[in-house]
């Protein structure tokens, strides 16, 4: 079956322009995560969505960045008045909620953002 | 604080010989804990889990880990590596509301 997508795979702006990240999750998968991967770093957690319930927000950043997620399924992350340290590549994960299943995650090839 | 150290940033191994990667986490409750591998220009696959029992468990590809307690340790571990091992290697551990905190890396190179 198709495995999660993302789009656009790369993208480049300028600074103080706003950019949306798109996430298709695996059908089937209420649980939905963003991360953000920089140069040499682990994954950072910055979101997480299960089911209806209200969203984990914990790991944003900072009040530039938002997530939502439509019809329990794609989700797209914005970045407003992007910043050069915003340049990271963006992994979207999906998986079952469904005791530690939820910890098996399956992840999109990323989207490479570079802020200029 | 949860966190997940991989101490080596880089390791090089010839074709053939075995490897082991290190990890090391530190966590206050029972760790659940994950080998992910990032292969050039793809995205992240699991290799391996730990959940409970026996604290030898396999992966695919070959691999294999060692979950030690009172190391706080989840060592990774393959008996002779192939050139398409090539690859970024990390270790996870799964803490509160599903959430993976992961280590920084260790990038594998394969010597011909």
């Known amino acids: 079956g198709a495995g999660v997508s993302q789009s656009p795979s790369n993208k480049v702006t300028e600074k103080g322009k706003d950019v949306e990240l798109r996430c298709d999750p695996i059908?089937?998968?209420?649980?939905l995560y963003w991360y953000r991967q920089s140069l040499g770093q682990g994954l950072e957690f910055l979101i997480y969505?299960?089911?209806?319930?209200?969203?984990?927000k914990s790991g944003l950043p900072s009040d530039r960045f938002s997530a939502e997620r439509t019809g329990g399924s794609v989700s797209t992350l914005t970045i407003q008045r992007t910043q050069q340290e915003d340049s990271a590549v963006y992994l979207c994960a999906s998986s079952l909620v469904m005791r530690h299943l939820a910890y098996e995650q399956y992840f999109g090839p990323g989207t490479r953002l570079t802020v200029t | 604080a949860q966190s997940v150290t991989q101490p080596d940033i880089h390791i090089t191994v010839s074709e053939g010989a075995s490897l082991e990667l290190r990890c090391n986490y530190s966590?206050?409750?029972?760790?659940?804990l994950f080998w992910y591998v990032q292969s050039p220009g793809q995205g992240l696959q699991l290799l391996l889990k730990y959940f409970s029992g026996d604290t030898l468990v396999q992966g695919i590809k070959g691999f294999e880990a060692e979950f030690k307690r009172s190391q706080s340790s989840f060592n990774l571990r393959k008996p002779s590596v192939h050139w398409s091992d090539a690859a970024e290697y990390f270790c996870a551990v799964g803490v509160r509301n599903y959430q993976l905190i992961w280590g920084a890396g260790t990038k594998l190179i394969i010597k011909p």
């Open positions: 966590y206050g409750a029972t760790p659940y």
């Open positions: 059908s089937g998968h209420t649980a």
């Open positions: 969505f299960q089911g209806n319930s209200a969203p984990d």
